[in-house]
T-cell receptor, first 112, second 118 residues
Framework: EDKVVQSPLSLVVHEGDTVTLNCSYE??????LLWYKQEKKAPTFLFML????IEKKSGRLSSILDKKELSSILNITATQTGDSAIYLC????????????FGSGTQLTVLP | NAGVTQTPKFQVLKTGQSMTLQCAQD?????MYWYRQDPGMGLRLIYY???????DKGEVPNGYNVSRLNKREFSLRLESAAPSQTSVYFC?????????????????FGPGTRLTVL
């Protein structure tokens, strides 16, 4: 059974701090790993990682995949209150439907 | 482009009642998905449709049925609602969006339906 574990489950920081969110997985037929941000409603796509060791960046957010360790990290530098959200990690397995298995998420709260 | 739309946004049912959640996408995607999200459990796949005319069970299909009406629409039906089905339901579709960016592996989510079964 495919499994995705995220840590920590929740995190409270102050504006300006840097945070690192972790995701580890056990998935047969791994294809890619995706990060989503969920505020009050639907998850919105952040990154997709397929190759090990290649960092994806978008502004203050960055992510990297380690296929050897079956894990990924999501870094957020100079956090802002608008970064407060649940961050979801999901792993995609091969197959015609490209099913995603989600972790339970990390709840990030950024205080002013 | 509206992306992925879902109706209704909120619904309260009594145990044993039935209802259908509607989902539509205007991005010409082949694959569509239904998830439920419960506190502390992330999103779990209920059913999916890899292409028009096909549907398959996901992780938690019991108590649900689906219909892929056409390429745009994928509905989820609760025949006899139970309190354990109280959840937030998300529909998603997969593929390149009409906007810049994205990838065929990216799933795009609708706004969700908050369902309460009393």
């Amino acid at each position: 059974e495919d499994k995705v574990v995220q840590s920590p489950l929740s995190l409270v920081v102050h504006e300006g701090d840097t945070v690192t969110l972790n995701c580890s997985y056990e998935v047969t037929n791994f294809r890619s790993l995706l990060w989503y941000k969920q505020e009050k409603k639907a998850p919105t796509f952040l990154f997709m990682l397929t190759s090990s060791g290649i960092e994806k960046k978008s502004g203050r957010l960055s992510s990297i995949l380690d296929k050897k360790e079956l894990s990924s990290i999501l870094n957020i530098t100079a956090t802002q209150t608008g970064d407060s959200a649940i961050y979801l990690c999901a792993v995609l397995s091969s197959g015609s439907a490209r099913q995603l298995t989600f972790g339970s998420g990390t709840q990030l709260t950024v205080l002013p | 482009n509206a992306g992925v739309t879902q109706t209704p946004k909120f619904q309260v049912l009594k145990t044993g009642q039935s209802m259908t959640l509607q989902c539509a996408q205007d991005m010409n995607h082949n694959s569509m998905y239904w998830y439920r999200q419960d506190p502390g459990m992330g999103l779990r796949l209920i059913y999916y449709s890899a292409s028009e005319g096909t549907t398959d069970k996901g992780e938690v299909p019991n108590g649900y049925n689906v219909s892929r009406l056409n390429k745009r629409e994928f509905s989820l039906r609760l025949e006899s609602a139970a309190p354990s089905q109280t959840s937030v339901y998300f529909c998603a579709s997969r593929g390149l969006p009409g906007l810049a960016g994205g990838h065929t592996d990216t799933q795009y989510f609708g706004p969700g339906t908050r369902l309460t079964v009393l």
